[in-house]
């Protein structure tokens, strides 16, 4: 009795229940139906295709809920929208087994309304979505922060500055660890002054901050407090990386000072050419003077030696005068094809015999296929000599001399490099080797003309020069000459005779 009561309640129950209610067989017919079903009478619908009836589908539904209970015996769900007057209704088909004996019989679906979703929601939704995209795709790292200092907001740019995954950082990264040194109070306090962009705000202000290896990452950091009425809720900063436009600035402080060195350069020069020329014909004359009183005078010997002298020294400062001459392309040049690597050897062959090479071990590293060099041979004569006498005299006669080439044909040039395990260059000093009359050596020790030729040299054969010091021990100079065009545009091995 108390049984057929229960069946009697259920299935008033069931009558009552404001939706539909459909038993479903495994080949998709509708074996009993109650419910609204589109003014139809539920007994019409028994023994039809439930996706004929309901959808008005050939086919089963693609998210179909009962299909999914046969596949996995177990009560799953599926969304349905309708657009009813301006709000949209959303529904959920559930759906469960009848089990007999474990075995599914049938499977009963449910038609249940979820909470209307209006349009402003929706859009509101949509413009979340927009936000976020905003932010994950902006190029500056976005970071926002509530009070206590958890990262609430981490975009990509951010996750690429910092090192830490955008889950890693809102799941446990503290802003305040992104700065060095406390600085987070520095940047809080220029925050809430109004010394950057007003309250709460902070334009262009660079600090450091932490990159999660430890480096130091230079910023330009745009930050603001969010207020809520007068409560501080949360602080936003848009951090832009500054490597790339530091390391610009540096290359372009490095250009104009190559600038102003070539500038410097070509106006000492034009100031040594002009000496040069003043002092030629007078010391011209007094050579020929003292040769011609030396040939035609019955001199005392001590005079004549002493006359000897006078003619030595002023045929030196001759030599000095020509080499300031050479180095301001005052004398004529003889360009021909010539072999680098031959010019370095007949250098060599005249210098490894005097006392300062005693003591020096000299390596060289030739490249055999090294392509000719149009050149004058004197002035490359001249260039390994000056370099190479520096080097023998900063070793002070001992140690080793390496000298490399090889060809470059990026640069399409002759790349000659010449170390030595000297001393190495000073710092403060490496700036003005370059520049005529510019020496560290004692008096008589050094006019200081020797690399402002070398320079000179170079310029005017269009290459360059560069002198380093090296890692472990001693100068490196380094010289790039542009190979010989051939006719046929191909590099030359056209021999020195
Ligand atoms: N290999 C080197 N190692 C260390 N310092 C060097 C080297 N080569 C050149 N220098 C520095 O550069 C300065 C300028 O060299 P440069 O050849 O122009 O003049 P100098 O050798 O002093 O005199 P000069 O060559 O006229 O006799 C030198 O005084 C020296 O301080
Ligand atoms: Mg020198």
Redesign the pocket.
């Known amino acids: 009795m108390q049984v057929d009561n229960d069946k009697n309640y259920l299935l008033k129950a069931i009558d009552a229940f404001p939706h539909r209610m459909v038993v479903i067989s495994s080949d998709y017919r509708v074996l009993a139906a109650r419910g609204h079903l589109n003014a139809t009478p539920d007994a019409a619908v028994v023994g039809r295709l439930c996706h004929e009836v309901f959808f008005h589908r050939p086919d089963p539904c693609a998210d179909c809920a009962v299909k999914t209970v046969w596949e996995t015996r177990q009560p799953a769900w599926s969304h349905r929208r309708d657009e009813i007057s301006g709000a949209e209704k959303v529904s959920c088909l559930y759906a469960y087994p009848l089990l007999s004996d474990g075995v599914i019989e049938a499977v009963v679906s449910m038609e249940l309304d979820l909470p209307p979703r209006t349009r402003v929601e929706e859009q509101l939704q949509r413009s979340n979505a927009l936000l976020r995209n905003l932010i994950t795709s902006a190029v500056d790292g976005v970071i926002a922060a509530d009070r206590k200092g958890k990262v609430i907001i981490f975009n990509d740019a951010a996750a690429e500055i910092f090192g830490y995954t955008v889950t890693e950082a809102l799941d446990h990264l503290d802003v305040r660890n992104i700065y060095p040194d406390r600085m987070e109070r520095e940047v809080m306090r220029q925050l809430r002054n109004d010394a950057h962009g007003g309250r709460g705000k902070l334009r262009s202000y660079q600090v450091d901050v932490l990159h999660r290896d430890g480096s130091r990452i230079p910023i330009n950091l745009n930050a603001a407090i969010v207020y809520e009425g007068h409560t501080e809720v949360a602080s936003i900063g848009f951090f832009h990386d500054m490597r790339d436009t530091l390391r610009m600035k540096k290359e372009l402080e490095k250009t104009q000072l190559q600038l102003l060195q070539a500038e410097k350069m070509a106006s000492l020069g034009k100031l040594a050419a002009g000496v040069a020329h003043q002092l030629n014909n007078p010391l011209s004359g007094v050579v020929l003077f003292t040769k011609l009183v030396l040939e035609d005078y019955e001199l005392p010997s001590g005079a004549a030696e002493d006359l000897g002298r006078v003619l030595n020294d002023a045929e030196r400062c001759r030599e000095t005068v020509k080499e300031l001459l050479e180095f301001t392309r005052q004398t004529r040049h003889l360009m021909r094809a010539h072999d680098v690597n031959q010019a370095i050897s007949r250098t060599l062959f005249l210098l490894k015999n005097q006392a300062l090479f005693q003591d020096i071990t000299i390596e060289t590293a030739f490249d055999p296929r090294l392509p000719t060099v149009h050149s004058d041979i004197q002035q490359m004569n001249h260039l390994f000599m ?2 190479i ?3 023998a ?2 070793m002070s006669g001992r140690g080793r001399l390496t000298i490399r080439t090889a060809y470059a044909p990026e640069s399409g040039c002759a790349r000659i490099e010449i170390a ?1 395990t ?4 000073p710092p403060e ?1 490496l700036p ?3 520049e005529p009359f ?4 004692d008096e008589g ?10 320079y000179g040299i170079v310029e005017n054969h269009g290459g360059r020069i560069k ?1 380093f010091n090296q890692p472990e021990q ?2 490196v ?1 380094v010289i790039e000459l542009p190979i010989t065009p051939r006719a046929d545009g191909d590099r030359s091995r056209e021999q020195e005779t």
């Open positions: 000056n370099i006498l520096n080097a005299q900063a030595d000297g001393p190495g260059i000093v003005h080797i370059f510019f020496t560290t050596k020790q050094g006019t200081g003309l020797g690399l402002s030729l070398v002198a001693g100068a100079f």
